[in-house]
């Protein structure tokens, strides 16, 4: 125990100085995720920010990792190979490796993008406290291949930007690639919001981070 909190300095110099971002400042925009500015890096993962309020006139492919978009703000539609879903503010959406997406805001929506670099997506293993725990796995929502998702099966020219080694690369169809009819399969696009968990507490003993992890 101390006296005073060992957080309480007054100067602190050299590369551990903790930094503090605020991305309202931030002027994260673009017509791509992949034009999202990154904030922050390292050889498992990349967070990017980006701010849109524009349907994306193109599809993009992330063959570097899975990607997981949280919503701040905001509302649409996202389309994926696996059909489509709307997304409201505090939407967790994980985006496996290699899936074809765009969103289509309905309102200017504000993304935290986090890539899973070289790497997947797993939900953390839950001990004694069970499967159910943090919350119920009958709240994860999926794609539905609706008349929305057939409509826009067109055979106008589409693109796909694909990165893959931190390169982009341009593919071009005379059809839109979004035309699955169907899929098969727990390697999909889902959804849960931060309305449907349900944190462990404890009034008397103190629950280390790990206790709360989605």
Do not use: C
Not at 19 to 26: G, I, K, M, Q
Not at 128 to 145: K, R, S, W, Y
Not at 147 to 175: L, M
Not at 185 to 211: C, K
């Amino acid at each position: 125990y101390h006296q005073h909190p060992p957080t309480n300095w007054i100067n602190f110099e050299g590369p551990l100085r903790p930094h503090a971002f605020d991305t309202n400042n931030w002027q994260h925009t673009g017509t791509s995720p992949f034009d999202a500015k990154t904030l922050l890096e390292n050889a498992n993962t990349r967070i990017r920010f980006w701010r849109t309020d524009k349907a994306m006139d193109h599809l993009i492919r992330n063959s570097d990792g899975d990607d997981l978009l949280f919503v701040h703000n905001g509302s649409g539609e996202i389309y994926s190979d696996f059909g489509r879903m709307d997304y409201r503010d505090g939407d967790y959406l994980v985006v496996p490796r290699g899936t074809m997406w765009r969103i289509s805001p309905a309102e200017m929506t504000d993304l935290m993008l986090i890539e899973a670099t070289n790497s997947a997506y797993k939900l953390p293993d839950k001990g004694l406290v069970g499967p159910h725990a943090l919350f119920d796995e009958a709240m994860i929502d999926t794609p539905h291949m609706d008349d929305k998702f057939r409509a826009q099966q067109t055979e106008d020219t589409w693109q796909v930007k694909v990165k893959a080694r931190q390169q982009i690369s341009t593919i071009t169809y005379p059809f839109n690639p979004l035309d699955a009819k169907g899929w098969k399969g727990n390697l999909v696009m889902m959804r849960i919001n931060w309305r449907d968990i349900r944190p462990l507490m404890s009034h008397r003993y103190h629950l280390p981070p790990s206790a709360h992890s989605t």
